[in-house]
């Protein structure tokens, strides 16, 4: 699993309108990389609207953002469309991107073993260095969550 510090591994995945998105295109800009199962269900909604709901703090702050799952560049579509996303989803049905970063495997869900995607969220520097992890991700406020965690980021970095 990428940890703080890592450099980004190397992948090649498409948004949902067939933009190729790479560690070199992602390059000179910061990215908040949201990981999750799967379009349109109940926790991946709510984790998805809540990064939308507050998507201008992240702009504000010059990061780009994308969301990543194994679905389909359609189903993306259909997903962003719906519930009026202002970032891109990226579509990594090969799970290339997901397994590079470590996190597929097996997890707990609903009280059973299953294979699938670990709910994590990467930020990432201009230079395509991790600088935050979030792997326990609450899904109703995940935007929130998130912006608390680049604020103590920013703290951190003024004091050192």
Same mark, same amino acid.
């Given at each position: 699993?990428?940890? /703080?510090? $890592?450099?980004?591994?190397? &992948?090649?995945?498409?948004?949902?309108?067939?933009?190729? #998105?790479? =560690?070199?295109?992602? !390059?000179?800009?910061?990215?908040?990389?949201?990981?999750?199962?799967?379009?349109?269900?109940?926790?991946?909604?709510?984790?998805?609207?809540? /990064?939308? $709901?507050?998507?201008?703090? &992240?702009?504000?702050?010059?990061?780009?953002?994308?969301? #990543?799952? =194994?679905?389909?560049? !359609?189903?993306?579509?259909?997903?962003?469309?719906?519930?009026?996303?202002?970032?891109?989803?990226?579509?990594?049905?090969?799970?290339?991107? /997901?397994?590079?970063?470590?996190?597929?495997?097996?997890?707990?869900?609903?009280?059973?073993?299953? #294979?699938?995607?670990?709910?994590?969220?990467?930020?990432?520097?201009?230079?395509?260095?991790?600088?935050?992890?979030?792997?326990?991700?609450?899904?109703?406020?995940?935007?929130?969550?998130?912006?608390?965690?680049?604020?103590?980021?920013?703290?951190?970095?003024?004091?050192?």
């Amino acid at each position: 699993m990428i940890k /703080i510090g $890592d450099r980004i591994p190397s &992948f090649s995945s498409t948004t949902e309108n067939g933009t190729v #998105v790479t =560690p070199e295109t992602m !390059k000179g800009t910061k990215h908040i990389l949201f990981f999750y199962p799967k379009d349109d269900s109940p926790g991946c909604t709510k984790e998805a609207c809540s /990064i939308r $709901d507050n998507y201008k703090y &992240f702009t504000r702050n010059d990061y780009v953002v994308y969301g #990543v799952s =194994p679905d389909k560049e !359609k189903k993306h579509q259909k997903f962003i469309d719906k519930f009026e996303f202002q970032f891109s989803l990226l579509a990594d049905v090969e799970k290339e991107m /997901i397994n590079a970063f470590g996190l597929w495997g097996p997890k707990k869900f609903m009280g059973r073993e299953i #294979v699938g995607v670990y709910r994590t969220t990467v930020v990432v520097n201009e230079e395509g260095i991790v600088t935050n992890i979030i792997s326990k991700v609450k899904t109703k406020e995940h935007g929130e969550q998130l912006i608390e965690e680049l604020k103590l980021t920013k703290t951190r970095s003024l004091v050192n």
